[in-house]
């Protein structure tokens, strides 16, 4: 038996106990991409139609590299967190929660590995 009030239990509790930490990594994933997406973009673009050779150097270069990588973590970070309040705000049978929570994380962690995996390969040598 517990004698503490209503107010007691749900003081600093957010439906979850943990949403405004999960509401400020989205802002803060969200601001960390808004200058990586403009550099990514700046190394990308020039590359467009161009032989894979001059796409390989550039990722050669360890800045472009370490952008890459940053915004594709980044990327993906965000999806995640986004995939996830979209599934426990608008899927309410238990199942379909978790199967689709699973899914989305794999789906992101997957994508994003294989991101990473490929600047890497062509940053240390393509």
């Known amino acids: 038996m517990s004698y503490r009030t ?7 509790l957010g439906a979850s106990g943990e949403g405004v930490h999960h509401w400020w990594q989205q802002r803060v994933s969200s601001i960390a991409l808004i200058p990586l997406v403009i550099l ?5 673009v020039p590359l467009i139609g161009g032989p894979r050779d001059e796409i390989v150097a550039a990722f050669g270069n ?11 973590m980044a990327v993906f970070w965000h999806l995640k967190q986004g995939l996830q309040v979209v599934i426990e705000d608008y899927v309410h049978h238990r199942l379909a929660l978790a199967a ?14 294989i991101g990473v995996f490929s600047v890497a390969r062509m940053a240390f040598g393509g």
């Open 6 to 12: 209503d107010r007691q239990r749900a003081f600093g």
């Open 40 to 44: 990514f973009s700046w190394t990308l």
């Open 62 to 72: 360890p800045f472009n590299a370490l952008v890459a990588v940053l915004c594709v």
């Open 100 to 113: 689709l929570s699973i899914i989305s994380e794999l789906f992101c962690w997957l994508f994003g590995v």
